[in-house]
T-cell receptor, first 114, second 113 residues
Framework: GAVVSQHPSRVICKSGTSVKIECRSL??????MFWYRQFPKQSLMLMAT?????????EQGVEKDKFLINHASLTLSTLTVTSAHPEDSSFYIC??????????FGPGTRLLVL | QQQVKQSPQSLIVQKGGISIINCAYE??????FPWYQQFPGKGPALLIA?????SEKKEGRFTISFNKSAKQFSLHIMDSQPGDSATYFC????????????FGTGTRLLVSP
């Protein structure tokens, strides 16, 4: 149990385009989902926290207009990187949690912006 | 005060040996301490977690030792295997708000055959 999926696993896009990443909890209803960013050989950096049906809470320094988060249901959250630039290239990982507080992570999405 | 300090940054252990990774925190409001294992190109996977009401928790070859007074906790991997080679992250969270995890900086473990 407690499986979280992400789609796509890899994406390459041109500079200036937008990219949408999906995060799904497959076998449980997630009260909260989190989005992280991870650079090579570094730790996970929390970008935002989202709850179903409400606006996401962004961490300091994360541009909410650039990283749009939609949490449409208890099993789906999406992250859209708008007007992507090469510096947005990174590994994006989501996690989902229930009221039991354990965070289950997705497999990650590798974004490369050319 | 929100930081979780993790050491060592990297670790090489011979097969069959014990791997030990340490973490320290400042915020006494933290009450949940998980350890995650991450392989290259994959998302982190929960290994084991502990709450401050116990000093030790063991699951298979993995043991967390927790010292509340020192605000430190550690992961011990017994009988380390080459398949354990990965990056390990400690983390901490408070049971308030949205239970955000604060991650340590990670330890790259290499278990030599």
């Amino acid at each position: 149990g407690a499986v979280v999926s992400q789609h796509p696993s890899r994406v390459i896009c041109k500079s200036g385009t937008s990219v949408k990443i999906e995060c799904r909890s497959l076998d449980f209803q997630a009260t909260t989902m989190f989005w992280y960013r991870q650079f090579p050989k570094q730790s996970l950096m929390l970008m935002a926290t989202s709850n179903e049906g409400s606006k996401a809470t962004y961490e300091q320094g994360v541009e909410k207009d650039k990283f749009l988060i939609n949490h449409a249901s208890l099993t789906l959250s999406t992250l859209t990187v708008t007007s992507a630039h090469p510096e947005d290239s990174s590994f994006y990982i989501c996690s989902a949690t229930t009221a039991q507080e354990t965070q289950y992570f997705g497999p990650g999405t590798r974004l490369l912006v050319l | 005060q929100q930081q979780v300090k993790q050491s060592p940054q990297s670790l090489i252990v011979q097969k069959g040996g014990i791997s030990i990774i340490n973490c320290a925190y400042e915020n006494t409001a933290f009450d949940y301490f998980p350890w995650y294992q991450q392989f290259p190109g994959k998302g982190p996977a929960l290994l084991i977690a502990i709450r401050p009401d116990v000093s030790e928790k063991k699951e298979g070859r993995f043991t967390i030792s927790f010292n509340k007074s020192a605000k430190q906790f550690s992961l011990h991997i017994m009988d380390s295997q080459p398949g354990d080679s990965a990056t390990y992250f400690c983390a901490a969270s408070m049971n308030t708000g949205f239970q955000k995890l604060v991650f340590g900086t990670g330890t790259r473990l290499l278990v030599s055959p």
